[in-house]
């Protein structure tokens, strides 16, 4: 009776930690520089995600109780707290920043610690200096460069499509960043929100055969070569980081704040790593046990 008792607690325990770090995903979205999918492979969801976009009808019965917290958190986070999160960034956005960055930066022992699960190899340590040295080269090439602007059409916003289903299948990647330094941001921004089916269309089909085809590649490389695919992603996340770390600040006092801040999402990220280490959530661990299953056919 005692025994279940406490695990009912446990799984109560487990659905609220997936809550939360749905929350903080939703949260993390409207943040300027902060990448969905750096969120994810920071809270472990990025594997399971990748499986059941690259195999939805065989996967999402391994993952639903996974993912149903998740994305209730997510509603709340992106909901309720934007306006929140809104209102602090316009009070002091290096302070909320340094808040994320802290929070992303205290799961990296656990992500090379789940990376490197099956040995270490130095094509590990290759994959993650290159990934992150590739996406870093990509990121001060937009910032430096002169601005080009493209005439809108159909295949340009396919192109956009496709740009958006790499910025979900790549941790860190900024679909919005290069659609700015193009000038087609706006005008693809203009057709989504008036329903516009010269641009809906193209950009669907640009977004859903990327991530059919990326999903099944990504999957693909998990499964054959885990540490260095793993380590990889790691080096998007770390890439992705680097340039939101903020540098100037208005005084001592808001460059404390941000330390501040930035300690306490690495302290909190880091006993949530541990947390989850010592509880993993049922379906985690029979995913782990089930991971041969996961082929691409």
């Known amino acids: 009776m005692e025994s279940e008792k406490t695990n009912a607690f446990s799984k109560i325990q487990k659905f609220i930690v997936r809550v939360v770090q749905g929350a903080i995903i939703g949260a993390g979205a409207i943040l300027p520089g902060i990448s969905g999918g ?63 960055v802290g929070l992303i930066a205290g799961t990296f022992p656990g992500l090379l610690r789940e990376g490197a699960k099956n ?10 200096a290159i990934s992150t040295i590739a996406l870093l080269a990509f990121f001060y090439a937009l910032k430096f460069s002169t601005s080009t602007t493209v005439t809108p059409s159909f295949g340009w916003y396919i192109f956009c499509g ?17 659609l700015m330094f193009l000038g087609l941001y706006q005008p693809m921004s203009e057709g989504i929100s008036t329903f516009d089916m010269g641009v809906l ?9 990327t991530v059919m085809l990326l999903a099944r590649l990504v999957n693909h490389l998990f499964d054959k070569h885990y540490g260095i695919a793993f380590y990889c992603v790691v080096g998007f996340v770390i890439a992705s980081t680097i340039p939101i770390i903020p540098v100037s600040f208005t005084g001592w006092g808001e460059a404390l704040l941000c330390v501040a801040a930035a300690a306490a999402g690495f302290v909190g990220a880091f006993f949530m790593d541990r947390w989850s280490e010592k509880h993993p ?6 995913n782990e046990n089930e991971e041969k299953d996961i082929t691409i056919n």
């Open 162 to 178: 496709a740009l958006w289903g790499i910025s979900l299948i790549v941790p860190g990647m900024s679909s919005s960043s290069l």
């Open 281 to 286: 959530a049922v379906e985690q661990a029979q």
């Open 38 to 100: 750096v969120l994810c492979v920071v809270f472990g969801i990025y594997r399971p995600m990748m499986a059941v976009l690259a195999h939805p009808f065989k996967n999402i019965r391994k993952y639903w109780k996974m993912f149903i917290p998740i994305a209730i958190g997510w509603a709340a986070g992106f909901v309720g707290l934007a306006g929140a999160i809104a209102k602090l960034l316009s009070l002091n956005a290096a302070v909320i920043v340094s808040l994320f």
């Open 201 to 209: 269309v193209p950009f669907a089909i640009g977004i859903i055969g």
């Open 119 to 128: 040995g270490k190899t130095k094509g590990m340590y290759i994959a993650l």
